[in-house]
């Protein structure tokens, strides 16, 4: 008896079969779920997200700890298609990366797409989100916008630092900013400071903030930093508690090449890139520069950075404007 495969034709249409399968699967739009921890008051909106994507044909992937998180703690089992760690998450199949949380999970997200160019949206599951933009109530509309792809992506400076020289692996690039901060809480750092060769000045403070333009809204802003639209091309030197009436942040070309050396009474300092901390020993050289590699952030049509900031820093919350906009 001749087997089933035996024959040409048998042969032929099972190996369409598989092209086909394979072809559908390269058109199947897939989206990799990231997040740290879900409240209970926000997951009902996790489920909807979930549901929605899955119901638009859209394939997702999900971060291995948040996948057990759903179902050791709601049960909830969606049909992911695999999960992922650190390792990474087949940046080649993913279309898109959803970062679910605030803005400190969102800038965790760097972790994943460094070396790739997979673009991020937020969405705020915490209280202020500038990064995280997409509250609860706007979910629907994000699902719309991701399945049929109405949303365009900025590119967003990244920051690159090396320590004599060399990275520290998994401690080498930083979205909003890098931070030098004293370890002991009574004594000042000093900070040598230089723009590529040349000497600026020494810092007397508490620390310094080397921000993107991106992150010109979170520390160094509360360190009294400029606001910088992300279209800007900068990097922003704030000083913390300076200790020097005449200290003031400063705004320089993101082509520059900022070299730092610390000292302190502690011989020691706290390094941070995002929320991600390292105690160093004082002595070696920090260098940080513009990342060759960039972020790409997913905006929505309808939002815009002023929006963000006049509703997130409650811009003109004065009766005497009556709620006037342009038009």
């Known amino acids: 008896m001749v087997g089933l495969c035996d024959k040409p034709f048998h042969r032929f249409y099972l190996f369409s079969i ?19 921890d879900i409240e209970e008051e ?23 700890r948040l996948a057990v998180l759903l179902r050791e703690k709601y049960a909830c089992v969606p049909p992911f298609r695999t999960c992922f760690g650190k390792e990474g998450f087949g940046a080649e199949k993913v279309s ?47 699902i719309r916008c991701i399945a049929t792809r109405q949303y365009s992506v900025e590119q967003r400076d990244m920051l690159q630092l090396e320590v004599d020289g060399k990275v520290m692996s998994g401690f080498d690039y930083a979205l909003n900013e890098v931070g030098i901060l004293k370890a002991a809480t009574s004594s000042l750092l000093k900070i040598h400071a230089y723009i590529g060769t040349v000497y600026l000045t020494t810092y007397w403070a508490d620390g310094l903030v080397v921000a993107t333009p991106t992150g010109s809204t979170a520390y160094s802003l509360s360190g009294g930093g400029p606001i910088v639209s992300p279209e800007c091309r900068n990097i922003i030197l704030t000083p913390i508690c300076p200790h020097n009436l005449s200290m003031r942040p400063l705004i320089v070309p993101n082509e520059a090449e900022i070299r730092l ?67």
């Not at 972020?295 to 820093?313: D, E, F, G, I």
Request: proline residues 3%; hydrophobic residues 40%.
């Open 261 to 327: 050396k610390v000292e302190g009474r502690s011989g020691e300092f706290v390094l941070s890139m995002d929320s991600r901390l390292q105690k160093m020993s004082d002595g070696p050289v920090l260098t940080i520069r513009t990342a060759q590699a960039k972020m790409n952030v997913v905006k929505l049509p309808q939002h815009n950075y002023y929006s963000t900031l006049r509703n997130k820093l409650m811009w003109g919350e004065d009766k005497r404007n009556g709620g006037h906009r342009f038009e």
């Open 18 to 36: 598989f092209v086909l399968n394979e072809f559908q699967d390269e058109w199947i739009m897939v989206v990799a779920i990231y997040g740290r």
């Open 96 to 142: 898109l990366f959803l970062s679910v949380g605030g803005d400190g999970t969102f800038l965790d997200s760097v972790v994943y797409v460094k070396d790739n160019s997979v673009p991020v949206l937020g969405v705020n599951s915490g209280h202020l989100g500038f990064l995280a933009n997409v509250p609860a109530g706007e979910i629907d509309d994000a």
């Open 42 to 64: 926000f997951y009902p909106y996790l489920k909807r997200l979930l549901d929605g994507l899955q119901q638009e044909g859209i394939g997702m992937v999900c971060e291995e």
